[in-house]
């Protein structure tokens, strides 16, 4: 009894004086990933400025993890696979290091490949934090786009190809005499567009005159004495790029197209493509995939890392997990879930959107011919005189807003269409004519969030107005959730001339209703099977929909997220496969049930 009179008192002491539990929020990363992207070279002559991060080779040293990325001028370091420094090596190849390889052999060296002319040496070191690298005395040649990879038993191997014509390739080297050729040399693999339909060259695997996808990005995985060999299609500044894979028990071949291509493929949702990547092995035996995603707003080479889980079924059919690719997903710590999405929703999305002033508004999209539609929209008020922005909750990275100068009176406040429960924003700042053209230190963002109930009353709960982070693509976690309807980015200094978003996005949870499950999913294959028209019925109060499908019920690995829709046109598949689909919506709430599964011959 004296028990019972302590717990209730003690309740009440807690009512009494407003102390709240503490929620225990789990750490997590989102899509694409933050860096400190380099400002890349590409069209400097045409004063074209823009970040990108690319063909990412990652390798686990010593139980701590490194990252190369496309002429960044150095490398990325990191012991948990989330938060990443930056490291500028000693010694380097002058133009940085094209779609580069790295490889980890037996703890003991590090070897690195990667100039972007074709040829040079490899590079060594047994301390890559330090930053010191010592060259091979040897030139190897076809070098790009490569991947260097050196089995158990010491052999070596060298694997290339970049081309809409030519096939992956593959030659031996000697790791124990410089690296010298010992002259076996043989082609692997090439495209098959006409049988497989996601290796068609365009966005949504479309071009009026180009039919050839690029076969590149060719990467080796080696796992139950099988050998996985990866390569990248059909373009990287397409929405459906992705990483398809062919298997072997030889590193030599022959290889098998793998049923369920493609392993890692992401072309909706808010930021598009999965490909040109590598798999990695973290130290806990969880496998994951980095990848290069495309923002393609600037430039079609403007683009985007991402990391995915990667797995291994009961049929060893390698497979990633990106649905819901770009809403936060629980870090590699995570004892269960590492890598699932981790159920906080999107609670900005179509919010009324007001901003401080606004030089230009501009609306982006890559068209089916490879072009780039742009519209500029008109200045729009709302009726107490505000400047209006639509772009920044459009769920769109290539549109994009810029305000007049890049000070602390530059502003944004969204007026999200609901009340929520907010865990973490992503901000993505857009490089608009900011005149850097190479990686540049001392660069920063400086700002603060607010959140407020009723747009009246507002609580900071994001200060970085003193930070010296370069974080292009912001992710910040708060350390309690907090409700609100209300959100306010305060400027104060970032990199550029002018202060640019392409995206303001708010995650959490939503108090009302998770959506209905979706009702009267049709599907049809088309003359061309590697073409399926989809449609259903709208669901009220849903944001989009997530079709999912796969080669058997319970094979389901593929996802595309849509928005404001009710039908869908999908080129990807491989013409004699039959598949099996099934369809979810949701809202800021949550996510529904999904329908049954539908198989399609």
């Given amino acids: ?128 934090k330090s930053g010191k690298w010592t060259p091979t005395a040897s030139i190897s040649n076809n070098i790009q786009d490569s991947e260097l990879f050196i089995d158990d038993d010491g052999k070596t191997y060298l694997y290339w190809g970049s081309s809409n014509v030519h096939p992956i390739r593959v030659k031996m080297l000697n790791k124990d005499d410089r690296f010298l050729e010992t002259g076996i040399k043989k082609d692997l693999i090439n495209l098959v567009e006409e049988e497989h339909g996601w290796e068609r060259f365009g966005e949504n695997n479309f071009h009026p005159t180009l039919k050839e996808g690029y076969m590149e990005g060719a990467s080796m995985t080696k796992h139950n004495g099988k050998y996985y060999l990866q390569y990248a299609a059909p373009g990287t500044q397409f929405n459906v790029y992705g990483d398809g894979v062919y298997m072997s028990d030889s590193p030599l071949g022959p290889f098998t197209y793998m049923k369920n291509n493609p392993m890692s493929f992401k072309p909706g949702g808010f930021t598009n493509g999965a490909g040109h990547g590598i798999t990695v092995k973290q130290t806990n035996g969880q496998y994951w995939h980095f990848g290069t995603m495309a923002l393609a707003s600037n430039s079609h080479w403007e683009r985007r890392l991402c990391m995915f889980p990667t797995y291994f079924d009961d049929e060893g059919l390698m497979h990633s997990n990106t649905h819901y690719g770009d809403y936060p997903r629980y870090a590699p710590n995570h004892p269960t879930k590492a890598g699932e999405h981790c159920g906080w929703m999107l609670l900005s999305y179509r919010g009324k959107t007001t901003v401080s002033s606004s030089k230009q508004q501009i609306r982006k999209s890559t068209s089916t011919d490879d072009e780039v539609e742009i519209t500029e929209m008109p200045l729009e008020k709302s009726e107490d005189g505000k400047i209006l922005s639509k772009v920044l909750t459009d769920e769109s990275p290539k549109s994009f807003w810029v305000a007049e100068a890049n000070d602390d009176q530059q502003w944004v406040e969204i007026e999200m269409l609901n009340h929520g429960k907010i865990y973490a924003f992503q901000l993505n700042f857009h490089d608009h004519e900011s005149g850097i053209y190479t990686r540049t230190e001392g660069l920063r963002h400086r700002f603060t969030i607010e959140v407020s109930t009723d747009g009246k009353n507002w609580e900071t709960v994001v200060d970085r107005s003193k930070s010296y982070q370069d974080s292009p693509n912001a992710y910040i976690v708060l350390n309690q959730p907090i409700e609100g309807k209300y959100i306010r980015y305060n400027n104060i200094e970032v990199p550029g001339n002018n202060f640019a978003l392409s995206e303001i996005r708010v995650f959490g949870l939503g108090f009302g209703k998770v959506p209905h499950s979706v009702k009267d999913f049709s599907l049809k294959r088309e003359e061309d099977r590697r073409d399926v028209s989809l449609s259903w019925k709208p669901v009220k109060s849903a944001q989009g929909y997530n079709i999912r499908w796969g080669i058997a019920p319970d094979k389901l690995y593929q996802s595309w997220l849509v928005y404001d829709t009710t039908e869908h046109f999908m080129r990807c598949l491989d013409k004699d496969t039959v598949y099996y689909f099934s369809i979810e919506s949701f809202n800021e709430n949550g996510i529904s049930e999904k329908t049954a599964i539908t198989k399609l011959n």
């Fill in 1 to 128: 009894m004296k028990k019972l009179y302590f717990i209730i008192a003690f309740v009440l002491f807690l009512l009494t004086n407003n102390i709240r539990a503490q929620e225990i929020v789990p750490q997590t990363y989102c899509n694409p990933l933050d860096i400190d992207y380099t400002y890349m070279v590409y069209n400097s002559a045409r004063n074209i400025s823009y970040r990108s991060g690319a063909d990412p080779a990652v390798i686990e040293f010593r139980g701590e993890y490194y990252m190369f990325v496309t002429r960044s001028f150095g490398y990325w370091h990191s012991t948990d696979l989330v938060n990443w420094n930056f490291i500028k090596p000693q010694q380097w190849f002058f133009e940085g290091s094209n779609a580069p390889t790295a490889f980890n052999y037996k703890d003991s060296l590090v070897y690195f490949a990667g100039d972007p002319a074709g040829y040079g040496s490899i590079l060594y070191t047994d301390d890559p």
